[in-house]
């Protein structure tokens, strides 16, 4: 969950503050992966001094899992927590019949390296998983976020290809 270029709406501070925080989610990410029986890497947190050199702080990742024959595989996971919206399972999922994945340019860096987008409930108790292999299925939106208080280009994917897992 390193700073990149979508941040730059937020103030330097603010978005260390949300990055420190988002920690616990990776964490719970973590934790559930372990439990099925997953080697899981967590790299250390990398703040980056300042907004001008945030390009040297971007990260490869939020978690790794390693595949269990071949230690030297790594599969990528993205973890973002919804720090103010609860949800239990796809039944209560709060906006409609779409998540969203990520911000297209950050997804689109990525390419194929991410095996799933993975989103963290309030409470850290829900999670919903968007696997990669749904990618034909997303759409470009233009949507107001409220983290950096503008519009953004996001992928979004129909609720239907996620699924919703307690960690």
Same mark, same amino acid.
């Given at each position: 969950m390193a700073a #990149?270029? $979508?941040e730059q709406g937020l103030s330097h501070e603010r978005f260390a $503050?949300? !990055?420190?925080? =988002? =920690? &616990?989610? @990776?964490?719970?990410? $973590?934790?559930?992966?372990?439990?099925?029986g997953y080697s899981v890497e967590i790299p250390g947190l990398r703040l980056a001094p300042s907004p001008a050199e945030y390009a040297d702080y971007l990260d490869? $990742? #939020?978690?790794? @899992?390693? @595949? +269990?024959w071949r230690y030297d595989v790594r599969h990528r996971y993205e973890v973002r927590? !919804? &720090?103010?919206?609860?949800?239990? =399972?796809?039944? *209560?999922?709060p906006f409609?019949?779409?998540i969203f994945v990520d911000r297209v340019a950050k997804v689109d860096r990525a390419g194929a390296d991410v095996i799933a +987008?993975?989103? @963290?409930s309030d409470d850290l108790k829900a999670i919903a998983v968007i696997p990669r292999n749904t990618r034909e299925h997303w759409r470009k939106v233009n949507v107001f976020n409220t983290s950096t208080?503008? %519009?953004? *280009?996001? +992928? =979004?994917? &129909?609720? %239907? +290809?996620? *699924?919703?897992e307690v960690p």
């Open positions: #990149d270029r $979508g $503050g949300r !990055l420190i925080a =988002s =920690s &616990p989610a @990776v964490f719970a990410v $973590g934790l559930w992966l372990h439990r099925k490869d $990742g #939020d978690l790794f @899992v390693f @595949v +269990y927590h !919804l &720090p103010t919206t609860h949800f239990t =399972s796809r039944r *209560d999922w409609g019949d779409r +987008y993975v989103t @963290v208080n503008r %519009m953004e *280009d996001t +992928y =979004s994917c &129909p609720l %239907m +290809y996620a *699924d919703f």
